[in-house]
């Protein structure tokens, strides 16, 4: 059967993904750059086409826990924001990762702090990938740079929340959201029926029917036993860091120099990579496609095996390149390049820092 | 100790017996809090109405954070105030379920009061039972948005003084001028008549919940004797003399016919 094509806003193609993808709900709170979420998803009236709920809520800290709630009765529940409201989320985001409830979030970054501006940023990394709210956790976070990956990692996303049970995040951003780009869509996927999610998921409070009782809960108040529940959730997370790792390399074969960029600035990488192999220089890109778990091993590989110099490239004031210095470990220089509060940086930019602050150093 | 006669096992001599939907795990709350009483109430309406198998129940934060270890159903624990939005989440999915909030004042209607209004609002087909002691006593004896003028807390040691405090908050009656409410009445459990009462408007409400009429809610005006430092005979008298006449009893809406 021929593949759906059609062309696409990014915010779009990730509610048309989640109708797809038998998602059972979504409860969100308008903010721009991701207001087209929720507008695509009304329009589309997904309550006709598979029974799909979407709902409006009155802020961002309701929605959070309206999809605690529905990801607690075992439904595949979601929502998406840009990160003033994601902020708000934190607290639910805790407890879910607590009560160890699988969900999908949307962030569409926009540059803060504060209010900040309605313009693509990566600041949130931090945000994403060490936890966000209280206690030990972190988000399963997938970062895409296409309007497909958009599509794409929200099945992706759903799969690996359930597997691990864990809050998802797809860390897009302002760009990626609002710009437009062919899309493959996939064929509909039924949402699960309830003695499906009775079946895949016995510990979802569907009400005790012929079993005991299930509890949704991040409450324990003796220490040992709640040292015990931190243990198996990081024991859940060494799998995922063992297991979940993805990444796209450009032109990394002989690559004597490196750079590490996500979303946006992945693009714009892919353009430097070109202006420097022109001019001589192998140049390669590694592209993080879940930022957690962090490919680590692979730029720790790269380093150990070729690669003299690395730049970390980001729309922020320079979050990733924490985690890229881990993977580097000191072994040969790692440095940050990034525009941010909105702006982005050009290819050429990128280039010039290359050249004067790790080759020419 | 005294040789239990035989006899007094029989079933014809079976004067009461504990609603199986609650534990038997001792509860965890002080000498005479009305807390147990109005756990029982809702367990044994919805043993009653045979609802045990399809019902979600969510527990606050407060002294009832741990309502999930007494209710025999599928219960889910909120963070403090959310508990409406969670009702909200599951019974959109799940609109075929009975879903049901146990609620304190602070959680309700302070640092819950948006969830809880635009549930009611939105008419959330749910049930909200909401204890009123006007105060917070998992955390030592607190003001809550629900404390009397005048009445003494660990953070108003002096009596509340409404002109730096903020006034006492009549939830029940702000949430009764909703369109999406349909049922809202304010109970007690300090007597055994006020129990019976308030069991019926427990089941009232689930009722309600049944027949898609919108969103029902329970107050239940409680004592706290810990944090209103008293015993609970003093507490229960006090609570009749200065609760109930800032707080009066009675069904405030009910559907139209």
């Known amino acids: 059967m021929e593949k759906e094509l059609r062309l696409m806003k990014g915010n779009e193609a990730i509610a048309e993904a989640a109708i797809r993808a038998g998602v059972d709900a979504y409860y969100g709170y308008p903010i721009t750059p991701q207001s087209e979420v929720m507008e695509y998803l009304t329009e589309q009236q997904p309550e006709d086409r598979t029974g799909m709920v979407v709902l409006q809520a009155e802020s961002e800290v309701a929605s959070i826990n309206m999809i605690y709630g529905a990801a607690g009765a075992g439904k595949r529940a979601m929502t998406s924001s840009s990160s003033p409201g994601i902020s708000l989320m934190q607290e639910g985001l805790s407890y879910m990762a607590g009560a160890e409830l699988p969900c999908v979030l949307l962030n569409v970054v926009r540059g803060g702090p504060g209010l900040g501006t309605i313009q693509p940023s990566q600041a949130d990394y931090f945000q994403s990938t060490k936890g966000g709210g209280h206690g030990d956790y972190h988000l399963i976070t997938l970062a895409p740079s296409s309007v497909q990956e958009m599509y794409d990692f929200l099945k992706i996303s759903f799969e690996l929340a359930e597997k691990y049970r864990n809050p998802a995040m797809i860390l897009s951003d302002g760009a990626i959201g609002q710009m437009m780009e062919k899309v493959i869509l996939d064929e509909q996927v039924p949402r699960r029926t309830e003695e499906e999610i009775i079946k895949d998921f016995p510990w979802a409070s569907t009400g005790k029917k012929n079993r005991e009782r299930n509890i949704i809960t991040s409450l324990e108040l003796d220490p040992a036993k709640q040292e015990q529940v931190n243990l198996n959730i990081q024991k859940k997370y060494r799998e995922i860091e063992e297991k979940e790792v993805r990444f796209e390399k450009v032109q990394c074969d002989d690559a004597e120099y490196l750079l590490v960029a996500y979303g946006t600035s992945a693009r714009l990488c892919q353009e430097t990579v070109k202006l420097a192999r022109d001019k001589g220089i192998k140049l390669g890109l590694l592209r993080p496609i879940t930022l957690y778990p962090f490919p680590m091993k692979e730029i720790a590989s790269m380093v150990e095996k070729q690669v003299k110099g690395v730049v970390s490239v980001e729309m922020s004031a320079g979050q990733m390149i924490e985690d890229v210095k881990l993977a580097v470990n000191g072994k040969v220089p790692a440095e940050h390049y990034g525009r941010f509060g909105g702006m982005i940086p050009s290819p050429e930019d990128i280039l010039e820092f290359m050249e004067k602050q790790i080759m020419g150093g | ?257």
């Not at chain 2, 087909?125 to 005048?150: C, D, H, K, S, W």
């Open chain 2, 1 to 257: 100790m005294a040789e239990v006669k035989e006899d007094i096992k029989k079933p014809e001599n079976l004067v009461y017996k504990k609603t199986d939907l609650m534990t038997d795990k001792t509860l965890s709350y002080c000498p005479g809090c009305g807390h147990g009483v109005i756990h029982r109430m809702t367990m044994e309406v919805l043993e009653e109405m045979g609802l045990e198998e399809e019902t979600i129940g969510i527990a606050p934060v407060g002294c009832s954070v741990l309502a999930y270890e007494f209710m025999n159903v599928d219960m889910q624990q909120a963070a403090h105030g959310r508990a409406p939005a969670l009702a909200t989440g599951i019974k959109r999915v799940f609109p075929e379920k009975t879903v049901f909030t146990y609620q304190g004042d602070g959680d309700l209607a302070a640092i819950g009061t948006a969830e809880t209004i635009h549930a009611c609002n939105r008419g959330e087909n749910i049930t909200i039972i909401f204890v009123n002691n006007g105060i917070y006593g998992m955390t030592g004896g607190q003001m809550a948005p629900t404390t009397l003028e005048g009445m003494k807390s660990s953070t108003t040691p002096y009596g509340r003084d409404t002109k730096k405090m903020g006034h006492p908050l009549k939830m029940t009656e702000l949430v009764a001028t909703l369109p999406g409410t349909c049922y809202v009445t304010r109970q007690a459990v300090h007597k055994p008549g006020a129990v019976r009462k308030t069991k019926k408007a427990i089941k009232k409400a689930l009722e309600y919940q049944k027949a898609e009429k919108g969103t029902s809610f329970v107050e239940v005006v409680s004592n706290c004797s810990s944090g209103w430092k008293m015993t609970p005979v003093q507490a229960n008298k006090w609570m009749e003399e200065n609760m109930f006449p800032f707080y009066p009893l009675g069904d405030i809406k009910k559907p139209e016919k």
